[in-house]
């Protein structure tokens, strides 16, 4: 009975794969000359589930056909007969014994209950991939075609570790519906085909091989198993489907990088523009600072000279600075100045160059490296933040040299100004002098720190220089009595250049 059973299904097979082979069914084959690897769950696998695919490697390409089996099948403690008889199998498909190996590791043992470490199998697989050069992958799907859990735990090992290795392809064997799963080649007569598929069938003699490898595992051979290899579809035909998720994900890894380099552009756009923004700023900084100095060298020239200074030279110098500083005398060009008589006594400064006076040997005590500009920057720092009441005492020693040098004024007035009058406060006179120039060298080094400092705290101390410029020039311009009369407030209105 069963050799006309058998008979017949050969005759059907042959029938329905010859019409089959002729409508052209079988496509292209994208396998060539692959190193290639069926990945089993246990001995037997190889030719109950991956028969057609084996064969048709074989016979169809020039692929070099492997198989990893992930356990020996040892739970009915028959481990050592079933890797005998995989190896039996194996050459009765055609393929050598140095390409067959089956993992005795106790983390993957057969049983229904054992689920396997994705992680496990992945270093498994990667250990023979490396040694055979291996780039295909074939194996079960998510659904392990028949359910057993072993089968889907080798799918999820070996899509661990093509993850991994991107480059490596993973073919998945489709699992079907109970109902189609055991009408064997007549499944193809029903019209059901996914274009993304790759179908192998095997022909008559083809079967035939995978019959026979089947019955080498002769420990396996009970009942059921024989009507398994005579009505099984996949005794006849295999449909495999690339598995592209490990592609899929290494897109999508390409595509961030592009995406990240496309940030890294406009941030490094962005950076020069800043870079070329700052650049400027630090040339207009010098600029400044040069304008500034020019300021220091006419003041120095002015205070150094004698009794043959002109009126006329003095007036044009205390015009020209005005002009430069926007906002300090709006008329300063239209209204006509008093000519300054050279040899009278100086003002006493500002507030703030007073401090800078008292406590610059204090500053440079606690920071004896820095430059004289960096200790300047220091005290303007320390000034800004003093509270009101410790200030006022400054404000009360300003206040006395201020009538010092309005007494100063009066003696000079009384003795009829010129030499005589010089004579009368030539001492103070001597003291106010030294002292301007002083002052007058720490106010430029204030401006002349060498640190990369942000723009909103140069803006505040080129202005707070500049409005020290604008105190000192109502010093050289002004009469006087309006430097009698007006001393110099603690807050003034900035100047901006």
């Given at each position: 009975?069963?050799?006309v059973?058998?008979?017949s299904?050969c005759i059907?097979?042959l029938l329905t794969y010859?019409?089959?082979s002729?409508a052209?069914?079988q ?15 246990h ?9 057609p695919?084996?064969t ?5 390409t020039k692929s070099?056909v492997?198989v990893l089996?992930?356990?020996t099948?040892n ?7 079933r ?8 050459q009765?498909?055609?393929i050598q014994?140095?390409?067959v190996k089956?993992i005795e590791?106790?983390?993957l043992q057969?049983?229904?209950q054992?689920?396997w ?12 991939a490396v040694k ?14 028949s359910?057993?859990?072993n089968h889907?735990s ?5 899509k661990?570790?093509?993850n991994m290795n991107?480059n490596?392809?993973?073919?998945r064997l ?6 189609r799963?055991?009408?064997g080649i007549?499944d ?9 598929e790759?179908t192998?069938i095997?022909?008559?003699f083809?079967?035939l091989?995978t ?17 398994y ?15 592209n998720s490990?592609?899929k994900k290494?897109?999508?890894y390409?595509?961030r990088i592009?995406?990240?380099e496309?940030?890294?552009?406009n941030?490094?756009?962005q950076?020069?523009?800043a870079r070329?923004?700052?650049?400027r700023?630090?040339?207009e900084?010098?600029?400044?600072l ?6 220091r060298q ?6 150094k000279k004698?009794?043959?200074?002109e009126?006329d030279s003095e007036m044009?110098i205390?015009?020209s600075v005005?002009?430069?500083v926007?906002g300090?005398r ?6 006509p100045r ?5 040899n009278?006594?100086?003002?006493p400064?500002n507030?703030f160059?007073?401090y ?7 500053i440079?005590?606690?920071v ?5 500009g960096e ?10 933040a003093l509270?009101?009441?410790?200030k006022?005492?400054y404000?009360?020693i300003y ?6 040098y309005?007494s100063?004024?009066k ?5 009829g100004?010129?030499?005589e ?7 103070a ?9 002083d002052?007058?060298d720490?106010?430029i080094?204030?401006?002349q720190d060498?640190?990369d400092e942000?723009?909103e ?8 220089e ?6 000192h ?8 009595s ?9 807050t003034q209105?900035h100047?901006?250049?």
């Amino acid at each position: 009975m069963w050799t006309v059973l058998l008979s017949s299904t050969c005759i059907l097979s042959l029938l329905t794969y010859a019409y089959f082979s002729i409508a052209q069914f079988q496509e292209i084959l994208p396998f060539s000359t692959n190193n290639i690897v069926i990945v089993t769950a246990h001995p037997d696998d190889e030719c109950m589930f991956f028969g057609p695919t084996i064969t048709g490697l074989r016979t169809l390409t020039k692929s070099r056909v492997h198989v990893l089996c992930l356990s020996t099948g040892n739970a009915d403690g028959l481990g050592s007969m079933r890797k005998k008889e995989l190896v039996k199998s194996c050459q009765t498909l055609g393929i050598q014994p140095s390409h067959v190996k089956a993992i005795e590791n106790p983390g993957l043992q057969d049983g229904m209950q054992n689920k396997w470490d994705s992680e496990l199998i992945s270093e498994t697989i990667k250990e023979y991939a490396v040694k055979q050069k291996i780039d295909t992958i074939i194996t079960f799907d998510g659904h392990g075609v028949s359910g057993h859990v072993n089968h889907i735990s080798s799918y999820n090992g070996a899509k661990h570790y093509v993850n991994m290795n991107p480059n490596i392809k993973l073919y998945r064997l489709v699992s079907i519906p109970l109902v189609r799963k055991y009408i064997g080649i007549l499944d193809l007569l029903l019209p059901i085909r996914n274009t993304d598929e790759t179908t192998f069938i095997s022909s008559p003699f083809a079967y035939l091989t995978t019959h026979k490898a089947m019955r080498q595992h002769k420990s396996q051979l009970v009942w059921f198993r024989w009507l398994y290899v005579t009505f099984s579809r996949y005794m006849f035909v295999n449909d495999l489907v690339l598995d592209n998720s490990g592609e899929k994900k290494y897109q999508d890894y390409k595509k961030r990088i592009r995406e990240i380099e496309e940030e890294n552009e406009n941030i490094s756009s962005q950076l020069a523009k800043a870079r070329h923004h700052i650049k400027r700023l630090r040339v207009e900084r010098i600029v400044l600072l040069e304008e500034i100095d020019d300021l220091r060298q006419g003041r120095s020239s002015r205070i150094k000279k004698s009794n043959g200074a002109e009126s006329d030279s003095e007036m044009s110098i205390s015009e020209s600075v005005i002009s430069d500083v926007k906002g300090v005398r709006k008329n300063a060009a239209a209204t006509p100045r008093k000519k300054r008589d050279p040899n009278a006594p100086k003002g006493p400064g500002n507030v703030f160059f007073l401090y800078c006076r008292m406590e610059r040997d204090n500053i440079k005590d606690e920071v004896p490296n820095e430059s004289l500009g960096e200790v300047t920057r220091l005290l303007g720092q320390k000034w800004k933040a003093l509270p009101k009441e410790e200030k006022q005492k400054y404000y009360d020693i300003y206040k006395k040299e201020q009538e010092e040098y309005e007494s100063a004024m009066k003696s000079y007035t009384a003795a009829g100004g010129g030499l005589e009058g010089a004579a009368a406060v030539e001492a103070a006179n001597k003291v106010k002098q030294e002292g301007k120039l002083d002052e007058s060298d720490e106010e430029i080094d204030m401006l002349q720190d060498d640190d990369d400092e942000d723009i909103e705290d140069l803006d505040e101390e080129i202005e707070q220089e500049i409005e020290a410029n604008k105190n000192h020039l109502h010093s050289i311009v002004s009469p006087p009595s309006s430097i009698a009369t007006d001393p110099m407030p603690e807050t003034q209105d900035h100047v901006h250049i």
